[in-house]
């Protein structure tokens, strides 16, 4: 936190601790030598659990096996399905490589997928072994794999061999093209395994590591590239703010992390790669989100930190048994993606002790910030503070830095920032200007201390009466309803003001019946936001459309609510 009082919307962080120039694949080796025997992955749903030492033998048995097939550095390798070993194990044999693993989310459309594919001009493709429909999928995009008698693929000519966790309905196809697991991880010669931690040490830290594919609210999702320099020292980051936290001392011997979200995702960075830094276990609580297994879990396995969206927590907490369940072990929940709502914070701090917020953005590698010892009023107030080696400044509309407690948009600059987007050199400057600062496109405000709140995204200003109104600031106040479970503002069309303010609500119910009225949420709002903020309508909703990255779409709500205009206006 800062030393002295700000007054203009600039702070650098200070870094605690000094960055490495270890890759990810250098750093694995150092750590495994450290700890061999300790489990590194435990796989609660599929009861698998790989020790340090197995999962170094594992990916580089399948690396020896990639440079068999002619696979070297700067060869893109894509991923796609839900969290399996196998995935790992294909991400850490790139890592030692340099092979630039391009990981899609696992609802990525296939029209979308196939397009990316082509452009990153992918050579192999990694299939895990489930959900059921993803081989009809990839048969939908690659048709000639229904064809055991073509030659190659030739819908994508970069694309050489598929891998897949199953034993592959695919194996007959000619020229071997596609392997299932235990077939692939049989190819490398001793020639071939000699070889791989030779090169793994040739790896230099700025070179490119993996490309996460942004959630495409807006068209096709942006490739963007990250660094080995950004992941390692970010995740050694993500451990530094844990310093004093009571039970920890920064001790990540007893730290056992939970994966919530689908590895594809840049918000599951810190489950993938905190154990290559620091040594602690993570477990990966299940293939695709299910709350009832995430409960089990955390029991069973006795998690003690865990990044959750907030569908995430709020499905976890409204289990109908969930006082069956011995959540003493969890102590740390990073909360990311939205306001946390006054009634749901509430009811979490009964089987978390401490809840914080996460900013990031793909970006950014998803975590820039993550602190469980900030000051109450700024947990409440959603904001937060940077990790070290962080600048970040709030710029107006003239260009300039913007006084404390003005509203501007918030740019980043530090190690943990993406390198550029593959093949969108148009798009990487209007991001990443040519002094390297991001503008991220949220709305922001910093105050006295350097803690910065989101107010909500340029694209999703509300234009009432030609003011730009920002959502994130009605929703906070909403948040703190004790009747709301969660809340999305919007704006809808409207013939005097251009646009008008909508609130979607989820409410609290007893006895299957709301416990507040929509006149009593926009009474609530009066005095807590600008006038012009305070909803003319608000909108009952049972639950939230989502992104495929979990985060609720506000681009969708938006066009459900316009269907809804003629209910809303009753």
């Known amino acids: 936190m800062a030393d002295t009082t700000l007054t203009r919307s600039y702070i650098h962080v200070p870094r605690k601790i000094p960055f490495t120039c270890l890759t990810i694949g250098q750093q694995f080796y150092e750590t495994v030598k450290r700890i061999p025997d300790k489990e590194m992955f435990v796989f609660f749903e599929d009861d698998e659990r790989i020790t340090f030492q197995q999962m170094k033998d594992q990916s580089q048995q399948f690396a020896a096996s990639l440079l068999s097939l002619g696979m070297k550095k700067g060869d893109r390798m894509a991923f796609w399905g839900a969290n399996h070993a196998e995935w790992l194990i294909g991400l850490y044999a790139c890592a030692q490589l340099g092979i630039i693993a391009v990981t899609f989310r696992l609802a990525l459309p296939v029209q979308a997928l196939d ?125 530094a703010y844990r310093q004093g936290v009571d039970g920890f001392n920064d001790n990540w011997d ?30 990966v609580l299940f293939r695709v989100f299910d709350a009832e297994i995430m409960a089990k879990a955390f029991q069973q396995e006795r998690v003690t930190e865990c990044i959750f969206f907030i569908n995430h927590i709020s499905a976890l907490l409204s289990l109908p048994n969930i006082d069956d369940y011995d959540f003493s072990s969890l102590r740390i929940a ?102 390297g600062w991001i503008h991220t496109g949220d709305i922001a405000e910093m105050d006295h201390r350097g803690f910065i709140k989101i107010r909500g995204r340029e694209k999703e200003l509300i234009i009432k009466s030609a003011i730009n109104i920002a959502p994130a600031e009605l929703e906070s106040a909403l948040s703190r309803h004790p009747s709301v479970n969660s809340v999305l503002v919007v704006g809808v069309p409207d013939y005097n003001t251009g646009e008008e303010v909508c609130a979607c609500v989820s409410v609290r119910k007893e006895n299957g019946k709301i416990t507040v009225t929509k006149d009593e949420l926009i009474e609530f709002c009066r005095g807590k936001v600008h006038a012009l903020l305070v909803p003319k309508y608000v909108v009952f909703v049972d639950r939230f459309p989502t992104t495929d990255t979990g985060k609720f779409s506000r681009k969708e709500m938006t066009k459900r609510v316009i269907e809804m205009l003629d209910v809303i206006t009753e």
């Open 334 to 435: 990073c909360m990311s993606g939205s306001t946390m709502p006054l009634s749901l914070l509430q009811k979490a701090n009964k089987i978390i002790k401490y809840i914080t917020n996460m900013f990031g953005m793909t970006e950014t590698l998803d975590n820039i910030a993550n602190h469980p010892l900030d000051p109450k009023d700024v947990l409440d107030d959603s904001a937060f503070f940077p990790y070290g080696g962080m600048e970040c400044k709030i710029v107006n509309d003239e260009g300039t830095i913007a006084p404390i407690n003005t509203q501007g948009e918030l740019h980043m600059r530090g190690y943990p920032l993406f390198m550029y987007y593959w093949g969108e050199e148009e798009k990487t400057k209007a991001m990443k200007d040519s002094n």
């Open 115 to 239: 397009i990316l594919l082509k452009k990153l001009r992918c050579k192999c493709l990694l299939l895990s072994r489930s959900p059921d429909d993803l081989v009809n999928r990839t048969v939908q995009m690659i048709p000639e794999l229904r064809d055991h008698s073509t030659k190659g693929f030739p819908s994508f000519p970069d694309l050489e061999f598929i891998v897949h966790g199953n034993l592959s309905p695919f194996d007959h196809h000619q020229e071997s093209c596609v392997y299932n697991m235990d077939a692939f991880m049989k190819l490398a010669t001793q020639s071939d395994m000699d070889q791989v931690e030779t090169i793994c040490w040739s790896i230099d830290m700025d070179d490119p590591c993996i490309i996460y594919t942004t959630s495409g609210t807006t068209g096709l999702p942006k490739p963007t590239v990250l660094s080995h320099h950004a992941v390692v020292n970010c995740a050694a980051d993500t451990g």
């Open 254 to 283: 007893s730290v056992r992390f939970g994966a919530t979200m689908g590895f594809a995702c840049s918000s599951s960075f810190s489950p993938k790669f905190l154990p290559v830094v620091r040594g602690c276990t993570t477990i």
